[in-house]
């Protein structure tokens, strides 16, 4: 079941643990999609606040 995140700080203690990190990049809005165990976060803003917030993950991170 997919979960929306709000939080930022959330969204970098989630991403530790992160099986799978799924970027989805528009114009001026991008979404990060994180797969944990069996669940689906998904963190949704601005393409620059979301690429610094991805900046700091070191796995793989598939772009859409």
């Not at 530790?16 to 963190?43: F, Q």
């Amino acid at each position: 079941m997919p979960k929306q995140i709000f939080d930022s700080k959330t969204f970098l203690e989630l991403l530790e643990g992160a099986d799978k990190v799924v970027l989805v990049k528009r114009k001026e809005h991008s979404k990060a999609k994180i797969r944990k165990g069996r669940y689906l976060y998904t963190y949704s803003g601005p393409s620059a606040e979301v690429d610094k917030l991805i900046a700091s993950y070191k796995g793989n991170i598939v772009n859409l």
